[in-house]
């Protein structure tokens, strides 16, 4: 997640400039969701929200923030001296979140029903990843224990660019 002052600042600065702005700030928020009904555990969601802090002229800034995580279809793992009544030695899982602040100096060209946007936004964020191999154990392979598993927190920040 980011930083405690980032967000905090950002705040600050997102009251500071309300007060400052246009009567009624824009507000959007989202819903993204995609699940593969053919896999096990195989999809992902996102909760977007954000506002725009004020307009003047063509210039109209955003600010919002974005969560979510997934997970990846789980995979067979086999051992190099498969038998055939063990064939499956491990399963491996795969699961990801991320939260990501944004940042976009907005341009609006154009009259205020019909408008061109161009959008520059900076996002800044962390992923963070998690895979976890599971051997089969007990009578019949029929128990999962944990062997092995990783974790990875990524900070990342980029660019992305929008014509509306």
């Given amino acids: 997640m980011a930083s405690f002052k980032l967000i905090f600042f950002s705040l600050l600065f997102l009251c500071i400039s309300e007060i400052q702005a246009q009567?009624?700030?824009?507000?959007?928020?989202?819903?993204?969701?995609?699940?593969?009904?053919?896999?096990?555990?195989?999809?992902?969601?996102?909760?977007?929200?954000?506002?725009?802090?004020?307009?003047?002229?063509?210039?109209?800034?955003?600010?919002?923030?974005?969560?979510?995580?997934?997970?990846?279809?789980?995979?067979?793992?086999?051992d190099e001296s498969v038998f055939v009544d063990n064939l499956s030695e491990g399963l491996l899982r795969q699961r990801f979140t991320f939260s990501v602040l944004t940042l976009n100096p907005k341009l609006k060209f154009g009259e205020e029903d019909a408008y061109f946007t161009f959008s520059p936004k900076y996002h800044i964020g962390r992923l963070n990843g998690e895979a976890a191999y599971l051997e089969y154990s007990g009578n019949n392979n029929r128990y999962i224990s944990l062997k092995e598993g990783q974790e990875s927190k990524i900070n990342t920040s980029f660019w992305s660019f929008h014509w509306f």
């Fill in 23 to 78: 009567k009624h700030p824009v507000f959007y928020g989202g819903l993204e969701m995609y699940r593969h009904t053919s896999f096990e555990n195989n999809g992902f969601i996102k909760l977007s929200a954000g506002t725009q802090i004020y307009q003047l002229k063509l210039f109209a800034p955003e600010i919002g923030f974005d969560y979510g995580g997934g997970a990846l279809q789980e995979r067979s793992v086999f």
